[in-house]
């Protein structure tokens, strides 16, 4: 095996250095934009678009070392096909919820699909970056090899960091090989018992990468080697889906096409605690959860009960979705930080953008 | 060094008898792992709550005196070293398992509590915890934080960031944060993954939720030889070509083997100039389906020998030489030197044959073993300290296989952290721009820069002094070899 050949792609690292410098100097925000496919996730940026798009291509990629390092405006499209090609995936399987969706605006959403219960999230699979931060240094951080303790694991602290930091230029992923075999269970359900039953099945290393329950019904999903699944199928018992039943079904969730996802405004993230979710999805109507309850997903709910039910299960809670017909939002949409970790949050931006004009706002009102 | 009276004062009314200052006591603490640097610290103290970390740290913020964190003192990068006026901060009272609930997979410890520890008290419900550093029996949960600890099973596992899902941290400001989450998520920025790895310099981790995995249903290893380390090399790669990732891929040289043959009585193929341990685990079914295409993958690349451990006694068995190869390769020489590079598989043969001809240059013999599937060095420098130049010589050796790691697209610090031991290699990984960013981030958590001075990120003087140290007429030692 060697490094696959991939079409050149266009750097403008000069170009966006410069224009971020100038930015910085006359201290005009920028809202830094991949594909434009996620603009609803967070507040609203106020500033000129630093489009990140014409910034693209696949930079090295082996399959056998599992690494893939590409500029930041390559396509999530492009980077999924390339790999497919050669038998293998992004672990964490992201949603893209457009067909322009970057590599870069993936990794700073820092969004996990269904795989993401079995796999791990986005944070988990950042092995390198290089960072355009709000005064126009260009930083390297990390590297394309699995382990490497040298420096603070600044590439991972940038998964999720909404660009808050700096616009990402490049990043290096591990990948994974696509499991040789998966099976998708369907059966009826409800919320509490399935919960228990993933929870049951996931200690007992049953292979569950992935589960969608949703109006009385549970989908799930097994991956391995491939003989050993039959094994462990009637573990989790139902009907079994045929391949592309199961691809459409695990797409739909990943991409939120889904029908529970349809007119679900506004629609709440919660992000709950094993033990406690099942009793805190009782408290709702429209619910649907994947991540054997981990990830549940309310809709049609006041925000005083998204905070009633936080309080007492635990965990947190995020407006994921606006009303479309609200154009601004007010409040916060992720759950507030005590006042010590906000300061450090302020503290860490001023190392990267010390003059806060990448993407303020998009995390938190001062931020 | 002199200690404030009223700081001294201070501090023994929130420690009592966990407060130690006098020469005698504070002499065992004088190093870590790499004992070639010692420094006898002028105050230990021994806190038994969070609180008292609290109170000592906001107290030696007040008086301006550096603190440094230890755990076990089992880190083999001087992280731990003293600093000269500082307080050594030693968390091994802090040692309660506090929780471990198997239906939410997870362990809630002190950061005391040894790696190994952990594991063993999730045994009864059928979980363990991953991440198995060599020295699993007496490393603590709060020290592989701060190194971000890996071991033989990170290939599939990952190293401890991919294992904790929480951590309680005490800044130098005396405030208590919580980074993470039992779900591993929380909102704002993904503070936990700075510091993780952070070698005590953001702040003092007094408490770590991690995720437990349960045991997998079967396990098996495979032990292929080799009798060339180039095809060896190659094989790592080609196995996860494949499409496999096994739970372990380790490799040892000829050297390695013959001491960890001879030391452990493993059964290893004597006349083999390389062999890997490889270990596939999962469902009983999907481990012989993956066994079968590892063994062909192997014999096609040329494996002189390839044989699967009957049961548990030999695996344990094949296992112990590799564990136990450390200790074993230190019986060749007085005194041996442990590399940490990583490089990307497809260069592992490359930097392997680099190493030989160092070690020719050098006249110092090198034993590999390593963690292969993560293209993880270990060269171990065997020298004798006692002769007149080795130390010098062996130091100078490291220096050149980190700076071929690094010439090969990889880091100078897999999993054994950088510490005092690796600042100057790290002015070769990093620019000055980067080295800026690590120390002006430092200081977003440290504004006073007290929490271990001096460690883990080269000032940018220091750069300046090691490349006029390395580079001769602009050209680096050992010009006349490749580099890559």
Known sequence: MALIEAPAGQDLTDALAERVRAASQAKTPLRIVGGDTKRFYGRPVAGETLALAGHHGVLRYDPAELVITARAGTL?????????????????????????????????????????????????????????????????????????????????????????????????????????????????????????????????????????????????????????????VPTIGGDLLDESAAASLWHSVREQTHPYFASARPLWRLSLPATTAGAALLRADRVAFEWHGAQAWLSGIERQTIDLITRTAGGHATLFRRDDAAVSVTGEVFAPLPAPLLDLHRAVKRVFDPAGILNPGRMYADL | MAVDAALLRELGSVLGPGLLSTPEACVAYECDALTAHRHPPDLVALPTSVEQV???????????????????????????????????????????????????????????????????????????????????????????????????????????????????????????????????????????????????????????????????????????????????????????????????????????????????????????????????????????????RTRVVLEATGAASVRVARDAEERSRMWSGRKSA?????????????????????????????????????????????????????????FDAGKDGELERAERFGADILEACVAAGGTVTGEHGVGVEKLGPMCSQFGSAELAAFHALKLAFDPAGLLNPGKAVPTLARCADYGALRVHGGRLPHSHLPRF
């Open chain 2, 326 to 382: 450390f200790p074993a390769v230190g019986r060749l020489a007085p005194d041996y030197y442990c590399m940490d590079g990583t490089i990307p598989r497809r260069h592992l043969a490359d930097v392997l044959a680099q190493i030989a001809t160092l070690s020719t240059a050098y006249r110092l013999d090198v034993a590999n073993v390593f963690h292969a599937g993560d293209g993880n060095l270990h060269p171990l420098i065997l």
């Open chain 1, 76 to 232: 999530l499209a492009d980077i999924e096909a390339l790999l497919a090609r050669h038998g293998q995936r992004l672990p964490f399987e992201p949603p893209s919820f457009g067909q322009m969706a970057t590599l870069g605006g993936t990794v700073a959403a820092g969004l996990a699909g269904p795989a993401r219960v079995a796999r791990g999230p986005v944070r988990d699979y950042v092995l390198g970056a290089r960072l355009l931060t709000g005064d126009g240094r260009v930083l390297s951080f990390g590297g394309e090899v699995m382990k490497n303790v040298a420096g603070y694991d600044v590439s991972r602290l940038l998964a999720g960091s909404l660009g808050i930091l700096g616009a990402l230029l490049e990043v290096s992923l591990k990948v994974l090989p696509v499991a040789r075999g998966s099976r998708t269970l369907r059966r009826r359900i409800d919320a509490q018992d399935a919960i228990d039953l993933l929870g049951a099945a996931a200690q007992r290393g049953v292979p569950l990468t992935g589960s969608f329950w949703s109006a009385g019904e549970l989908h799930v999903r097994l991956e391995g080697s491939g003989s050993g699944l039959d094994e462990v």
């Open chain 2, 54 to 292: 609290q109170q000592i740290v906001r107290a030696c913020r007040r008086h301006s005196v550096p603190v440094v964190a230890r755990g076990s003192g089992t880190g083999l990068s001087g992280g731990a070293l003293p600093v000269a006026g500082g307080l050594l901060l030693v968390l091994s009272r802090l040692a309660a398992i506090l929780e471990v609930d198997p239906r939410r997979g997870l362990a809630r410890v002190q950061p005391g509590v040894t790696n190994l520890a952990v594991s063993e008290a999730a045994a009864p419900y059928g979980m363990y915890y991953a991440p198995d550093p060599s020295s699993q029996v007496a490393c603590s949960v709060g020290g592989n934080v701060a190194e971000n600890s890996g071991g033989v099973h990170c290939l599939k596992y990952g190293l401890t960031v991919h294992n904790v899902l929480a951590v309680k941290l005490v800044t130098m400001e005396g405030e208590l944060l919580t980074l993470g989450s039992e779900t591993g998520e929380a909102p704002g920025l993904n503070l936990l993954a700075a510091v993780i790895g952070s070698e005590g310099l953001l702040g003092v981790v007094v408490e770590v939720t991690v995720r437990l995995l349960p045991i997998p249903r079967r396990v098996e290893l495979l032990l292929a030889a080799f009798d060339d380390v180039g095809r060896c090399a190659e094989a790592v790669g080609q196995v996860i070509a494949a499409g496999i990732i096994p739970a372990g891929l380790e490799m040892m040289d000829a050297p390695a083997i013959r001491a960890a043959e001879a030391f452990a009585g493993c059964g290893y193929p004597l006349d083999a100039q390389a062999l890997l341990l490889c270990e596939i685990d999962g469902l009983p079914a999907d481990v012989d389906d993956e066994l079968g």
